[in-house]
């Protein structure tokens, strides 16, 4: 049987000197202790082990990962369970024990932010990792008063989805981790209890164009990129631009953003399979920006989450919260959800952020709760699904209006608008080694999206962005009017071509594949040619184009050493107007760039600006590394390459084993 009642164990711990800390434990009666704290672990031994266990899709095989785990935990809980302290520790436990009720583990570390590092939530005590159990949730808290009481709220609980996918970063596949989340809600959508409706454009502007609508939102779900400015040292969040470019956005912008959405209780932060880049956690500024506009909760990732956990930790979570739940109980099963979903080491990648006081959210009209036996709910579900559908109103005042996306269940079908999409190709070819292939799309909206090849090397722009990655099927998205759509196309090289002159076999938009007119190939000696740079300006070829090259580029070669089964080295050679070598070192003991053999000052993350000297001049460059995923563990992986604001185009080699 679940618990919902809590005792408080109170754990700050205050920075009081150049490494140096202090821990104070005090609990509800008023009982208290405190002692020097010594951090567990350095940040050396941290990456190590998030290198062997941390990152959702980074497996390092012969590794008993549990027992990894269960060593770090019992580390975490070993530094604060000293002296006097732990024996504030352990009687509070007994205490809670005995009346029956749950010990809320709230961690105060305002006073030593750079502690928010440590992946507290695996703290673990034989035989339990505490975070795990509905009696002994591990919390953030921040002290800035309590949190306003729980909000009235008749079903559905109202969530808005932000999927963000700027240029410049790793693609995610929009449609996928939309359709994976309502994947998770369906049993709660189709039983009235959960309505989630959908940013539709995921920039600054449109977010505060939607919290201006006089309708209630009591979720945010972001899923997206997390970045880490170095100049501030803060985490950031990624937004779009109107033009689909990458926009850093702080938690403060967001908060001054949201701050009068009252009905505002949680805000989750998602950040999916590819999305991270580094071993910080960008998300914990965000998360504690959020907590001082007076939003009581956040839960925010950090570490990459895979699919498999993200979609059966939000099914848990939020069936708990339509239930009444308190949002720490609420966390303990979707924990064990993500357990049983054959995911056991991702179970602490949530991070939960409270305000100091009353950890219920909702106070939800008992007539609407959701039924617990989940066979009933979706057999209930299926005989709605089978029953003419009922338009129901979204908004919970009349006559408010939101810029989304409505959910399935109210989502009328889109195959009459789809049935005028069309397209046209056109193919030119410049030489043996050079073509162009460009594709006019009549959506809603034109568009144009060009393939350039040059001696192997080909770069898709789409209106004006370039993208990279193109492949044999290459999925993008562009923006068609107010909505942003999912492509997916599909290349091969033309018959008989050997200079990379590729053929568009099928195009769909938004899973609706188009009738293409396919141009035959043209001369572009004999004709005006017109193609688009990447900042829309318009180029005309002449009668004396035949020589005429695509835009120039520069180029690098990428060579990656997995040195040990933590660490790695990327070496990059580039060449501008002089040659250059970037190498990129990552371990527990070293985890540094040096360019041209000097040494740049900040440690290895994410994204790292640095200035070279090229041809006697100073050259401002940045590069973007990231870890995991289906890439070697402790490798760093160079993703990009930027000089003057120009991309470096690199070739990567395989990975190498010393």
Known sequence: MGVDSYDELSLRIDRIGDGRYRILARTDDGRS???????????????AYVNAVGLAKRRSAGMDQGAIL???????????????????????????????????????LSGAPELMRFPWELMYQQPKFFSQSERTPVVRSLDIGTASRPEPIQLPMRILGIISNPTGYPELDSAKERRKLEKALKPLTQAGVVDISWLRTPTLGGLGKRISEPDDIHVIHYIGHGAYDESTEAGTLVLETEQGRARDVSGEQLGEMLQDERSLRLVVLNSCEGARTSYVDPFSGVATALLHIDVPAVIAMQFEISDVAAVAFSESLYTSLANGRSIAAAVAPARRAIIGAERRTEFATPVLYLRNGEARLF?????AA??????????????????????????????????????????????NALKVWSGSVEYFKYSSAKSLTRVTLRLDQDHQIELRADWGVDD????????SGVKGITEFSLVDGDTRRTCRMQLKYMPGSTGGLRRITTLSVDDSELTLDQHPTVDPRTVDVATSDTDGAIQHADAHANERALPEQWRGDVAYIQTSTTAGVAIVKFALLDEHQLVCESGIFTNKLTIDGATIPPKLMNTVSFSLTDDGETVPCTVRIRFGGDWPSGVPRVDLLSAAGRPVLLAHGEVFHS
């Not at 106070?363 to 007539?367: E, K, L, R, V, Y």
């Open 70 to 108: 269960k060593e770090l935990g019992g580390r975490l809980f070993a530094s604060v369970a000293t002296d006097e302290v732990g024996r504030i520790v352990t009687s509070a436990q007994a205490a809670a024990s005995g009346q029956d009720r749950g010990l809320r583990i709230s961690l105060h």
């Open 363 to 367: 106070d939800i009209i008992p007539s």
């Open 33 to 47: 202790a405190s002692s020097a704290y010594v951090p567990p672990l350095s940040y050396d031994e941290l990456d």
């Open 460 to 467: 898709l722009v789409v209106d004006g962005r370039r993208i």
């Open 370 to 415: 959701v039924p617990r036996d989940s066979a009933v709910t979706r057999e209930e579900s299926a005989e709605r699904s089978a029953s003419p559908a009922q338009e129901v109103p979204r908004t919970s005042r009349p006559g408010a209006q939101a810029d989304l996306i409505s959910s399935p269940v109210a989502e009328q079908p889109a195959t």
